[in-house]
């Protein structure tokens, strides 16, 4: 039990849609980070917030896109889904930016149909 | 795509058996870190490495950080059914962003 929470569990959404993930850090993290985990591989990095600011961004497009707030929970939003982006959506959160344990929530799993 | 090299890809052993798995990259790594992860669940970190040599113990589990800090391995001493999972390696280089490898697949025998 890493104390990060992610909801909802699982998502059914069509292609073009929108969609909204939330993650609850773990007690006294103020950073957190956004993984996609495709079926068969290791996470790849969307983007990380620190104290509510983007704070890095890996290869992602403008589409995917986040907020963190003051009370250092954390959404990710995907724009205009593609097919592709389905996987499993998870949030980390370490206790500060230049701490790199990171703790990760169950998951988020999306499909798009 | 992966930076990370990890292998083997999946492992099937018997129970009690000893077990080994490693890490490279063609870059220079900061820290290393090893997940587990259970189906349906997010990965569960095992051991975090921060200096090139170190040996770290975490119950049956041992994890070393290369000293060219390009590699790392996990070693799990005498099997059990519940080490079933993927094992990930993760390194961290700049900003908090960590690369992980694709992971090695961990089946057991009792």
């Known amino acids: 039990e890493t104390g990060v929470t992610q909801s909802p569990t699982h998502l059914i959404k069509t292609r073009g849609q929108q969609v909204t993930l939330r993650c609850s850090s773990q007690?006294?993290?103020?950073?957190v980070s956004w993984y996609q985990q495709a079926l068969g591989q290791g996470p790849q990095f969307i983007f990380q917030?620190?104290?509510?600011?983007?704070?890095g961004r890996g290869n992602f497009p403008p589409r995917f896109s986040g907020l963190q707030f003051p009370n250092y929970s954390s959404e990710l939003n995907v724009n205009a889904l593609e097919l592709d982006d389905s996987a499993l959506y998870l949030c980390?959160?370490?206790?500060?930016?230049?701490?790199?344990?990171?703790?990760f929530g169950q998951g988020t799993r999306l499909t798009v149909v | 795509g992966q930076q990370l090299n990890q292998s083997p890809q999946s492992m099937f052993i018997q129970e009690g058996e000893d077990v080994s798995m490693n890490c490279t990259s063609s870059?220079?790594?900061?820290?290393w870190l090893w997940y587990k992860q259970e189906p349906g669940e997010g990965p569960v970190l095992l051991i975090a490495?921060?200096?090139?040599?170190e040996l770290t113990s975490n119950g049956r589990l041992t994890a070393q950080f290369g000293i060219t800090r390009k590699d790392s391995f996990l070693n799990i001493s005498a099997s059990i059914p519940s080490d079933v999972g993927i094992y990930f390696c993760?390194?961290?280089?700049?900003?908090?962003?960590?690369?992980f490898g694709a992971g090695t697949i961990l089946r057991v025998k009792s």
């Open positions: 917030y620190y104290r509510e600011e983007e704070n």
């Open positions: 870059s220079i790594f900061n820290t």
């Open positions: 993760a390194g961290h280089r700049e900003g908090n962003k960590l690369v």
């Open positions: 490495l921060y200096k090139a040599g």
């Open positions: 980390a959160s370490s206790l500060d930016w230049g701490n790199t344990e990171a703790f």
């Open positions: 007690s006294g993290h103020n950073t």
